[in-house]
């Protein structure tokens, strides 16, 4: 689901990602995904599987896939 936040200059997007079991999980997709050129603010749910991106603009999903990749995980899509 992507909705525009408080500010027209911003979009929150909600991803599921799969595997993430800890605090360590979070961390390792929140850093990759923080990253991304536009994102300021990630938060990752080890318990839902959720990870909520607040963004300059829609980002590119193929770049969020590449980013859960390389933290060991799996992006099943939006949520």
């Known amino acids: ?40 603010s990630v938060k990752a749910v080890a318990s839902t599987g959720e990870v909520t991106v607040v963004s300059a603009a829609a980002l590119d999903e193929e770049a969020v896939r590449a980013a859960v990749d390389e933290a060991g995980f799996e992006l099943v899509g939006r949520a």
């Open 1 to 40: 689901m992507t909705a525009p936040t408080g500010t027209s200059d911003s979009v929150t997007t909600v991803y599921k990602v799969s595997g993430m079991s800890c605090g360590h999980c979070e961390g390792a997709v929140s850093g990759e995904i923080g990253e991304i050129p536009g994102v300021s």
